[in-house]
């Protein structure tokens, strides 16, 4: 059932407690559907996105996650405003990597793989495999000891409040309580939980699941008292860094023919590339890579934005734009392909990992939020490997784009050789991870290979916050395969100690 907190709804009896109805907590909820276990959800925004209830700090850099823009305080969480966009982990990134001190996971690609098609289920997203799947015109002719490529698949239905909600209502194993801050982790396991109004409640569980997002767990973990404090939470705070590097020129239509997007089961499928592994050892760079950013036609990117928004300015829009907007849909229902607009130049979008010991940190500031809580501090830094790593791969892209006669790819140099122009021009794109790392022991990590967190029984940290290094891709994929193996672990647990 959804319940409201601050209404003076009564707290059911849970045996997992989740925190956090967003991405990650309503898929393990989702996951735990049926199988007998009393799940109770606290999500501290209301059933809307409400902006005012954000509340962060940050230093040093401007850290775009923390922004608005970045997150959604609300049932769905970020979900409310992401992409939905899937990508797998490259397999090397879980190591060993002797070239990024403290990149290497406790676990292997062996840990995640059986999960691939509840991860992508949980996130709506058509079962085709991901990062093999051939590409619509045949594979690149790239030479592949240079780059590599991928496919990223989206999301049908990124919303994942829409996708839980009507379930979630009708239950009575699982509830929702909106307006339910957690403000304290308590040992037992417990969480002390504030509104608005003032009511206060501790609720116990058998497990407690943090599922804040990737800047607000180690806040959680800091501002806990009776949590061992554990010297590794909140650094190693990373994100993926963008930043358009070049501007891409086609020279022959095999160009659009490899890179434009393409839809396949009602899910959007765009091709990437990325800098090869071998290259990344021998100069001892972040894995990175990008794609380009081919514009459509004025007639589909109307259509999509009627779509999405349905406001009647929008409308209106579509309508002055008919002719336009129906050929571009017939493009996608019957060639499966974006419209381009041939007449423009291409950005090259890059995405760098950040290596874990960059110095960047989530401390706690003197300032509180409304509940008593200590805000977060954002201190981010980024560092002069993903500068050289992503000045590499985009020479590296028009190296071989220029020999195969695909595109004059014209560099935005003053960005990439210069570091200052550089940190004007890149930024994290909403991909907070690392700051409540999974390691092997305490000394490594704040978590270990199952998510517990060390030394504190039968509390989880469930987000991409657990991650020990990134990667280049979008981190909710690897984020919802740890849920369906965290989901598995709480059934098989649970109940053993229960007989
Ligand atoms: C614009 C944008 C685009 C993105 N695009 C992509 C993409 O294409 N692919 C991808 O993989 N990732 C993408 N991401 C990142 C993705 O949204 C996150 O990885 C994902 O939402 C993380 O899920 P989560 O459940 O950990 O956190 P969230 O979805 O942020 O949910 C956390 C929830 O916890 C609640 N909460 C926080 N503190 C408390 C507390 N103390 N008590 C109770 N509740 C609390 C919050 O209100 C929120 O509902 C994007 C993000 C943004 C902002």
Redesign the pocket.
Same mark, same amino acid.
């Given at each position: 059932m959804l319940l409201d907190f601050y209404k003076g709804d009564e707290v059911p009896e849970a045996d997992v407690l989740i925190?956090?109805?967003?991405? !990650?907590?309503l898929a393990l909820a989702g996951e735990l559907k049926g199988s007998g276990l009393r799940v109770v959800v606290?999500? !501290?925004?209301r059933p809307k996105i409400d902006n005012s209830l954000l509340e962060h700090k940050t230093v040093d850099a401007p850290y775009r996650?923390a922004e608005s !823009? $970045?997150? !959604?305080?609300?049932?769905?969480?970020?979900?409310l #405003?992401?992409?939905? %966009?899937?990508?797998p982990l490259n397999p090397h990134v879980f190591g060993p990597r002797p070239w990024i001190n403290r990149a290497d996971w406790p676990i292997g690609p062996d840990q995640i793989d059986p999960y691939a098609s509840r991860a992508l289920a949980a996130m709506n997203t058509p079962e085709t495999p991901i990062g093999g799947t051939p590409w619509k015109a045949g594979i690149p002719e790239l030479d592949p000891a240079s780059l590599n490529w991928a496919v990223s698949r989206?999301s049908t239905q990124p919303n994942m409040a829409g996708k839980h909600k009507e379930w979630i209502a009708e239950s009575q194993q699982v509830h929702v309580l909106t307006c339910? %801050?957690?403000?304290e982790l308590k040992q037992g396991p417990a969480v002390l939980v504030r509104s608005a109004n003032g009511r206060e409640e501790l609720i116990s569980a058998k497990r407690v699941v943090v599922?804040? $997002? $990737?800047t607000?767990a180690a806040r959680?973990l800091l501002c806990s008292k009776e949590i061992p404090h554990n010297p590794n939470t909140g650094t190693s705070h990373m994100d993926h860094v963008s930043m358009v590097c070049a501007d891409v020129y086609p020279e022959s239509d095999v160009f659009y023919d490899r890179f434009v997007n393409w839809y396949s089961g009602g899910s959007k499928l765009m091709p990437k590339i990325l800098l090869s592994k071998e290259i990344q050892k021998e100069k001892g760079l972040l894995d990175v890579g990008g794609h380009f950013d081919i514009p459509v036609t004025q007639g589909f990117d109307v259509l999509k934005r009627a779509a999405r928004t349905r406001k009647p300015e929008d409308i209106r829009d579509l309508i002055r734009n008919l002719p336009g907007a129906v050929s571009a849909a017939a493009s996608v229902k019957f060639k499966g392909r974006s419209p381009v607009d041939k007449s423009a130049s291409i950005p090259l979008e890059a995405l760098c990992e950040q290596e874990p010991d960059t110095g960047s940190t989530i401390t706690l500031a003197e300032e509180k939020d409304s509940f008593g809580?200590p805000l977060a501090l954002i201190d981010f830094k980024i560092s002069e490997l993903t500068r050289r790593s992503m000045t590499e791969f985009a020479m590296t892209v028009k190296r071989e784009f220029e020999k195969a006669g695909l595109a004059k790819v014209c560099l935005h140099d003053d960005r990439l050789l210069d570091p200052v122009e550089f940190r004007k021009h890149a930024g994290d794109?909403?991909?907070p991870m690392g700051s409540t790392r999974m390691g092997a022991d305490a000394e490594a990590g704040v978590v270990d290979p199952n998510l517990e967190v060390f030394g504190a029984p039968g509390f989880s940290i469930?987000?991409?916050s657990v991650f020990p290094s990134g990667g280049w891709s979008?981190? #909710?994929?690897i984020?919802l395969a740890l849920a369906c193996r965290l989901a598995d672990r709480l059934r098989e647990t649970i109940p053993a100690e229960n007989a």
């Open positions: 925190i956090g109805s967003g991405v !990650a907590g606290l999500e !501290a925004g996650a !823009a $970045g997150r !959604a305080k609300a049932f769905g969480g970020s979900s #405003t992401w992409g939905g %966009q899937a990508l989206w339910a %801050q957690a403000v599922a804040v $997002g $990737g607000e959680m809580m794109i909403y991909h469930l987000g991409s979008n981190p #909710t994929y984020m």
